[in-house]
């Protein structure tokens, strides 16, 4: 079993309880960021679960020019801030250059390389030099056992606080599929493994002009990620995911996440 990971207030895996990793996919408002981060901590509260709050301040891998990215990094992270301290959770983003590491270490619990930019050598060493804790999305495009090599560039700075999250791997054109057999396989790397419900039901580029999902099916992954022994479960949720600014196909209604979470406790409790 690999340690736990600190983040923050919070441990995830090392037999510690399910945790979640949740929030809008983008920073949409302060009043909104603070708004669902509440609702959130409130409902893992109910449920004893570790919490950490994720909102991008910048999607810079949006299909279009046109889709909004957010409030960028400066205004992003003072957002953020506003939520780690009025709320009381760690928090976590995207980073997406080398020259995001260092402000964004100075607000966030945990770093988090995107999919499409974890084999990117000089992120990968800027982030795990920040000496944070380091949230590494498994691309779409690699097997669960090449993030043996991306976890070594962050650990070879000495920074073990490791987790890697298991997203879907491209399959033919616009869609995404799951081998749960990834999550035992990224077990075997010695880090605390996470599953990323939300982005597993995406369509990437499905719309066209931007990516849609079939978020009809997050729970149903959910439930089998949690099954196969993630320690921790990502969700983007949304208190009204038709109007959501990123990601509304593949995020979760907030009214939702209660009966999804007493499921997943109980799967959870199960395994122990």
Known sequence: MAEPVRVGKILVGGGQPLALIAGPDVIESESSALRHAEAIAKLARRFKMPYLFKSSFDKANRTSLKNYRGPGLKKGLAVLKKVKERIGVPVLSDIHCVEQVGPAAEVLDCLQ???????????????????????LKKGQFLAPWDMANVAEKVASTGNRKILISERGTSFGYNYLVNDMRALAILRELGYPVVFDAGHSSQLPGGLKSSSGGQAEFIPLLARAGVAAGCDALFVEVHENPAAALCDGPSSLPLKDLAALLTQLTAIHRALQ
Do not use: S, W
């Open 113 to 135: 390389v995107p999919a499409f930019l974890c084999r990117q050598t000089d992120l990968l060493l800027a982030v795990g030099k920040a000496g944070r804790a380091v949230n």
